[in-house]
């Protein structure tokens, strides 16, 4: 028993004692047998991570600061990549959820989409969701505000002189939608009118951001201050504009979402609303562990964590203009 729980990082092992038994562990590569360790404890010691894009390096660092809380605790990752296809998220859950102790999901489903979830719930499955609610269902939640993102960028452009601002809308989802209001209040806020023609549906992808700028510049006569969805949205339109020769920051103020982690590094440099990943991620660890082991009543296991965002002012929004 004490060696068991020298392995596992109990804490009513003293450290001088874990020291000795892990030294003689090394010695004798020992190596824990995972399979004989979820028959004795009726747990698989893994927990599913399902993220929409994987290439956005946002779940990257999301994902670094779940493992660094799963980690110590025993538990192993299992990823799935959605690439935002609502069916394929269901089916990657569907595919792990016997197979794990637990899910941590980021969302590409609508409100309307969530039948599978709810009979996942009502069954037992532990599930948090991560950057992206669901309203209606009963789980706990660590998100950011995203209404307050798409306020913070749109008064940022607002205060450099803008009045035409356009918006490069994300998909029909919670985040999408709450960042558009955010948007729209800011304007509303200082006596401007929403018009529903600056308002471009676009994606989360950066190819989307591409496509959709790539066409509203064809078009002409598009916004000079432009608030896109997300970081990488934000980075396709970039490319957008300067493939039709303009600059960023010069000829089209520019602003995204997510600080993502080379938009410092961008010829560039990516005005952004930011909030904290690392928080995001231990976060929701911290809590599906807690509902793993039983230490989560079910009041607190409804609850939802609201991670604060901030701007971040780079060359990409550019000067105020008259």
Known sequence: MTVSRAINNHPEINQETRERIMAVARRLNYRPNQHARALAT??????????????????????????????????????????EDGEREIEEVEAIRHR????????????????????????????????????????????????????????????LGHRRIGHLRGPDVAVGIDRFEGYQGALVKRGLRSDPALAR???????????????????????????????????????AIEEAGMIPGTDVALVGGGNIHYGDMLRVPLTTVSWSCVEMGTTAASILISMINDDLSPNHAKQRVVIQPNLIIRQSSGRSVI
């Open 100 to 159: 794990t102790d637990g899910l941590i999901i980021a969302s590409t489903l609508k409100s309307s989409e969530l039948k599978t979830y709810r009979k996942m719930i009502k069954e037992g499955a532990r599930v948090v969701l991560i950057d992206r609610a669901l309203e209606g269902l009963r789980c706990p939640a660590v998100v950011t505000d995203n209404i307050a993102v798409g306020a913070l960028a749109t008064e940022h452009l607002l205060d």
């Open 42 to 83: 009726n747990r698989s010691f893994l927990l599913g991570l399902v993220v929409p894009d994987l290439m956005h390096s946002y779940y990257a660092e999301i994902l670094h600061s779940i493992e660094s809380i799963a980690r110590p605790a025993g538990f192993q990752i299992v990823i799935c990549n959605t690439e």
């Open 201 to 239: 549906p676009c994606g989360f992808l950066e190819s989307e951001g591409y496509e959709a700028m790539r066409a509203w510049i064809s078009e002409g006569d598009f916004p000079r201050a432009i608030f896109a969805a997300n970081d990488p949205a934000a980075i396709g339109a970039m490319i």
